[in-house]
């Protein structure tokens, strides 16, 4: 069912999620915080979570991120309830051969749907965001297709030259983002972007 932010069924997710880290090991911390959006006239209390998966170093963080809040009119199934699925499962993943020489984030934000805010919140007020090396954004763009490139932060050629050495099917065309931007939606790796940190952002 549609779970929009400040919602009953918005924090009956948030706890399911806190469930599936704690089945997994993993610790997590929420930030409840109030923030704006810094595009849209429009402001929320979110509720982000926030889960580390230690690595042999301190820092600079791996962040995985997805949002679970979904539009008042929608499940949230795809946009973007596919996308935390896909971060769980690699956590549980990942968690099996930890630890990794850096450690790893994952975020997953509140209020999306709502201007960004969620994200907003974190690279804007929580302390771990200035430790945060790399972002890799997950998200649902449409309803259906293979998870893409959608765009890339600036500094990217070693990023991209990882992403397709290492996977089994690289997908991603240029001019992605050339058309994403005549889009009238948009992602949290937008608020990456703004706080000048490396990253990918993934939608099908």
Same mark, same amino acid.
């Given at each position: 069912k ?5 919602s009953?069924?918005n924090?009956?997710i948030? +706890? ?8 997994l090991?993993i610790t ?7 923030a704006?959006a810094?595009?849209?006239?429009s402001c929320?209390?979110?509720e ?7 690595g042999?170093t301190?820092?600079?963080?791996? %962040? #995985?991120?997805?949002?679970?809040d979904s539009?008042p ?15 769980? +499962?690699? %956590? ?5 051969e930890a630890p990794?020489k ?9 209020? +999306? ?6 994200? +907003? ?7 771990l965001?200035?430790?945060v090396g ?12 293979s998870?893409?490139v959608l ?7 070693l #990023?991209?030259?990882?992403? %397709? ?8 065309f240029?001019?992605?983002?050339e058309i994403?931007?005549?889009m009238?939606n948009?992602t949290?790796?937008s608020v ?7 990253g990918i952002?993934?939608?099908?």
């Amino acid at each position: 069912k549609p779970h929009p932010v400040g919602s009953n069924l918005n924090r009956e997710i948030k +706890e399911r999620l806190k469930n599936e880290l704690d089945q997994l090991g993993i610790t997590h911390q929420e930030q409840n915080t109030w923030a704006c959006a810094s595009r849209f006239s429009s402001c929320a209390e979110v509720e982000n979570l926030i889960a580390i998966i230690p690595g042999k170093t301190g820092s600079p963080y791996l %962040a #995985l991120m997805a949002h679970y809040d979904s539009v008042p009119m929608s499940p949230g199934a795809g946009d973007d309830g596919a996308g935390v699925v896909a971060i769980l +499962e690699t %956590a549980r993943a990942l968690k099996l051969e930890a630890p990794f020489k850096h450690p790893i984030m994952l975020i997953l934000t509140d209020a +999306e749907e709502n201007g960004l805010i969620g994200a +907003e919140a974190f690279f804007r007020q929580h302390p771990l965001a200035k430790e945060v090396g790399i972002v890799l954004n997950v998200e649902g763009s449409g309803s259906s297709g293979s998870s893409m490139v959608l765009r890339t932060s600036s500094s990217s050629e070693l #990023l991209i030259k990882s992403y %397709a050495s290492e996977s089994s099917n690289p997908f991603g065309f240029s001019f992605a983002k050339e058309i994403f931007k005549r889009m009238p939606n948009d992602t949290d790796f937008s608020v990456v972007n703004r706080a000048k940190i490396s990253g990918i952002d993934f939608a099908f």
